[in-house]
């Protein structure tokens, strides 16, 4: 890719590549398909003078742009399935769990409607995995206590600030120190949800920064899974633009060391920054590792990146580890080799893959496009079996050669929902919520592995097998 010119990398980046899904019409789709001038379509934002002469990464492009379409149309009706299947079922939880007892208090008149903003109201993701107590065979010490505990932290970032507070200090018995609604200023909209909590009220010894992940019905959070969109940091590398944007990229400034905070709409990465420049230094002897799940694993790795570019050693100093959890590739072959000097001696960063989860797998990784994973994988199977890999197996998903396997792996896992409150213990036991989604996996086997529930038993049933992940 050449050329130099205007466009949304003005002020900070000579080097990009923006998909425009909601500006460019049919014709330039099939443009991307015969012509190498990207510059001159619609769909793409990019330096003048852009050419892409390898039709593989056109055709990437255009598979990019096709699915964020599709993904574009179904906001709508996919968010309102989304509030109505997550409110009634609240609804039921609220009630006593079942259907009859609904119809019997609603006779009674004693129906009880649940409140959003309550300390009991669930997430969807809260409700497919309704375990909020730590696990107590994994204590401080044990070698898998920083990754039980960020697997949990991520969690329970998808929740309410209410319920982040009540499970913190009610159950967990630790110190509720900040929640962010964060400003996304691309997308004119609060997109980025995190929290930060302390082990001990006081003299803590360690912190969590947690980021919520890609919620269930938002499909324009998913788009930015299937976005190749990058922008390239001098430096660092290329790293993907939809994530950074949530982070908190400045549209003329890129990232400044230092900006004006607006209280009412705080970027993500400045407002945690600052926290833990408080609290590190406020506990001297204090460390903190970083997590997330899905889009909030790559936001968790990015937090650090950011932290390099600008030379914060002393906050970098003092980070114990980064733990993601299905999470997708954030940059190119460079932002790895960038993050090594920071993250790789000793070893600070875990990345959790769960049998086929379909995340960790886009954006692609091949010789048509750029975006490469880093770090340590902790790859674990359907039986919940461990492996320290390089990469996970099948890095693409797409592969003609694993479909059968995937299959009978969704088979076995719907199987396997019926079987494990039994095998592992009650705690393991799955609702009839995430058993519909294990159907769903019968049509789409990629999905249902991405929730947060496998990766909570992963850790749980299969870590101390890996050996030190802290």
């Known amino acids: 890719m050449a050329g130099a010119g205007g466009g949304e990398g003005d002020g900070f980046c000579r080097d990009f590549m923006v998909l425009r899904p909601d500006k460019g019409g049919f014709y330039d789709l099939l443009h991307l398909l015969w012509s190498c001038k990207v510059a001159e379509n619609g769909a793409v934002d990019c330096p003048a003078g852009t050419e892409i002469g390898d039709w593989r990464r056109r055709w990437a492009v255009f598979i990019s742009l096709v699915a964020q379409v599709l993904l574009l149309w179904a906001k709508k009706p996919v968010a309102l399935l989304g509030s109505v299947t997550e409110y009634w079922t609240n ?31 669930r997430s969807c993701i809260g409700l497919l995995d309704t375990r909020i107590e730590l696990d107590k065979k994994i204590t401080p010490g044990d070698s898998s206590y920083h990754a039980a505990l960020s697997i949990m932290a991520a969690k329970l970032a998808y929740e309410n600030e209410l319920v982040i507070k009540d499970v913190v200090e009610n159950h967990w018995q630790m110190k509720f120190v900040a929640f962010y609604n964060c400003w996304n200023e691309f997308q004119g909209d609060y997109t980025t949800q995190a929290f930060v909590l302390a082990d001990k009220p006081a003299d803590a010894s360690l912190a969590v920064v947690a980021f919520r992940g890609t919620r269930p019905s938002d499909t324009e959070q998913w788009c930015a899974d299937v976005d190749f969109s990058w922008y390239e940091i001098p430096g660092v590398g290329k790293i993907h633009g939809g994530f950074m944007k949530a982070l908190g990229l400045q549209k003329r400034g890129g990232w400044p060391k230092d900006i004006d905070q607006n209280a009412e709409k705080p970027f993500a990465y400045y407002a945690i920054r600052e926290k833990l420049r408080g609290f590190l230094s406020e506990n001297a002897n204090a460390r903190f590792v970083v997590a997330g799940h899905s889009l909030g694993g790559a936001l968790a790795v ?56 379909i995340v960790p797998r886009v954006p692609y990784d091949d010789s048509s496009l750029q975006f490469k994973h880093f770090g340590t994988c902790l790859y674990f199977d359907s039986l919940y079996r461990g492996r320290v890999m390089q990469e996970e197996p099948n890095r693409n998903y797409f592969s003609l050669l694993t479909v059968v396997p995937k299959y009978l792996n969704a088979t076995w896992e719907l199987i396997r929902s019926f079987l494990i409150g039994y095998v592992a213990g009650p705690e393991y036991a799955e609702g009839w919520l995430m058993c519909l989604a294990r159907v769903a996996g019968l049509v789409m086997p990629g999905l249902p592995p991405h929730s947060p529930r496998d990766y909570v038993n992963s850790i749980r049933l299969g870590a101390d097998s890996l050996g030190p992940l802290s």
């Open 91 to 121: 609804l039921l939880t609220e009630n006593g769990g079942g259907v009859l007892m609904l119809v019997v208090k609603a006779l009674q008149g004693k129906l009880k409607f649940p409140d959003r903003r309550s300390p009991s109201y």
């Open 302 to 357: 990015l937090l650090p990146t950011v932290l390099a570019l600008h030379r914060e050693d002393a906050v970098l100093g003092r980070l114990q580890g980064v733990y993601t959890f299905g999470q997708p590739r954030v940059g190119d072959e460079e932002v790895g080799k960038f993050m090594d000097k920071y993250l790789d001696k000793p070893s600070r960063y875990f990345r959790v893959v769960y049998s086929n989860d």
